[in-house]
């Protein structure tokens, strides 16, 4: 017997009704802002991910599913959507002409971390990017999608928003050097990890997880109160904007983000629901990342949603939206070829109709009819038909109606 890789699963049955239901918010809601969709390749060169992320961040230096092709090339499955969505916006020249552009997308991603409830080396993630404009309403607005995307799935009341700012490169080599200067102060007290972020990437020690590097940090000087007067003055906006659209957010000036491309804006939907894994969704500004893969100076702003997380999130508050089947009909040898018309003829209305194909008794369909949790049963028996006509049960209070075949879908359509 084979069995699935580490880190990997299968996703089926009652589950599917939360991804369904999630994956309809995701296409309505997207469109409605005006996004459109990009599907971009599953399969970059590792490069992008290189020059995008950052080498030295812990999705590049140990997450990635790199490999050389039979080519010699160097590849890697996309550990995250925005490296690859920028590479298209330059490949494909989007940032030709005004205005601002707006795409989102939904698919797998693929990080090589220790598995455990709510991390996994294939999770799904629903994202969105916004190119062309540097104003502080686009990052209020992308915010603001993020928000009503939980508070459509029926979970925007565990979940609270923080944001910070993480300068830009006029005022965070500045800051950077502060903190070099503070955690070299500490060193010995920082765990290996931190010991080398101290001379690759120090902002990183502030995110450190470790008890001791938490201590050591928590006095640590912080980006807010070094920022240039451009980076605070777009802070200050993105807050105001906030405010007038009424969503609520916390300050949190030690959130730094694992990815490089970050500049100014960043932002978490965070969870106490969970022990560990409690982001949700996060993203930020990341103004010179086209330039930084070829491209022009194009900003650029976007957020994106571990869809797992979110499923085990909307398990664990107790929501059910599994799918309901609207009719399961009731069907018998002798009533099959009429029975079959008439199931294709409601499929054809759209309506979700299943039904027996052991064609068994009556009491043993009725008995996979309740299971089924269709809202009605729909009996074709021989006796109905003499009359051009059904039996029709309403699986909730018992009720039962004989309907006449002319007028099953009229009156189907009044109550489904
Ligand atoms: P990220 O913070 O790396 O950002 O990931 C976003 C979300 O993906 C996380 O908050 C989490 O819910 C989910 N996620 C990440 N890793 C895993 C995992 N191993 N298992 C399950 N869920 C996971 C980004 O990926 C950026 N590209 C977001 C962005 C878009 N920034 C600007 N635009």
Redesign the pocket.
Known sequence: MFRKVRGFRDIYGEEIGYWRKIEEVIYSLSESFGYSEYKMPVLEKAEVFDRGIGSTTD?VEKEMFAFEDRNGDLLALR?????GVVRGVVENKLYAGSGVKKYYYYGP?F?R?RPQK????Q???Y???AFGSASPLVDAEVIQLLCSFFDKCGIGEFLRLEINSIGCPECRPGYKNKLIEYFSKYEKELCEDCKRRLSTNPLRILDCKVPGCKKVASDAPVMIDYLCSECRKHFDSVKYYLEISGIDYDVNPFMV???D??VRTAF??ITDKFEA?S????????DGLVKQLGGPDYP???????????VNLIKEAGLTYEETLDIFMVMFPETVDAGLKLLKSLRDENWGVDMDFELGSMKSQLKKANRSQASYVVIVGEEELGKNAVTLKNMTDGEQQLVLLDELKNILSQKL
Do not use: K, S
Request: aromatic residues 16%; without cysteine; proline residues 2%.
């Open positions: 999705i550990p995250e959507g925005t490296a991603m990080r971390e709510g991390r996994y080396r999770f799904y993630q994202g969105v990017e983000r694992g990815l491309y970050y978490e939907m894994n982001t949700v969704g996060a993203g930020g500004r990341y650029g702003i976007g957020f994106a949603v571990g869809i797992d997380r979110l």
